[in-house]
């Protein structure tokens, strides 16, 4: 079975400085994926950033970018120029790529951002 | 793109009343939807997967004649709490896979159920 640990309950950050969520995962699959999604206050779940376990390159989506590394089983995410709207929580999330319970997430238990002005 | 809906955003009912909760993919076809729960400050919780066409699969612990789950087409799937009582009360998401497509789910803006 998977399972995926964020193990900072809670997180600050002052508006436009840099901070870093950390999420580590178990698996014995080789094929996979990983996500950040974000849960504002509306709670509306909202996707953040995407990581395909074959490709080597960190996935960059803007002012979002991620630290795969595969051996350690870790996804941490980078947010730059901290903003208010990203003040939320923040779900790290793993998926297989195929055999039973493919395209199940399995997610984190979330980490609190709250950006400070 | 990629929109997922759900109606109604708010519900509250009496107890031992039926409550149905839509979930649609309005711009893409979903070949799987997901249902889950949340609790306050917790993780999402799935619940099952449904499939268009073919029944539902349901976690481990999660009552299949108490939360019904239809899929009847590429763009919409409903989950009806049966006889609600007050610790069905929760939130509930739905997400939505694209057909043929790659790995991420969609997700809906959550219905909120309140059982009295």
């Known amino acids: 079975a998977q399972t995926v640990t964020q193990s900072q309950p809670e997180m600050s950050v002052q508006e436009a400085e840099t901070v870093t969520l950390s999420c580590t995962y178990d698996t014995s699959e080789n094929n996979y994926y990983l996500f950040w999604y974000k849960q504002p206050p509306s709670r509306q779940m909202i996707l953040v950033i995407r990581?395909?376990?074959?490709?080597?390159q960190n996935a960059t989506e803007n002012r979002f970018s991620v630290n795969f590394q595969k051996a350690a089983k870790s996804f941490s995410l980078k947010i730059s120029d901290s903003q208010l709207g990203d003040t939320a929580m923040y779900f790290c999330?793993?998926?297989?790529?195929?055999?039973?319970?493919?395209?199940?997430?399995?997610f984190g238990k979330g980490t609190k951002l709250s950006v400070i002005p | 793109g990629a929109v997922v809906s759900q109606h109604p955003s708010r519900v509250i009912c009496k107890s031992g009343t039926s409550v149905k909760i839509e979930c649609r993919s309005l711009d893409f076809q979903a070949t799987t939807m997901f249902w889950y729960r949340q609790f306050p400050k917790k993780s999402l919780m799935l619940m099952a997967t449904s499939n268009e066409g073919s029944k539902a699969t349901y976690e481990q612990g999660v009552e299949k004649d108490k939360f019904l789950i239809n899929h009847a087409s590429l763009t919409l799937s409903t989950l009806t709490v049966t006889s609600a009582h007050p610790e069905d009360s929760s939130f509930y998401i739905c997400s939505a896979r694209p057909q043929g497509g790659i790995e991420t789910q969609y997700f809906g803006p959550g219905t909120r159920l309140l059982v009295l």
């Open positions: 990581q395909e376990a074959y490709k080597q």
């Open positions: 999330a793993f998926i297989r790529s195929s055999g039973a319970g493919s395209y199940q997430l399995t």
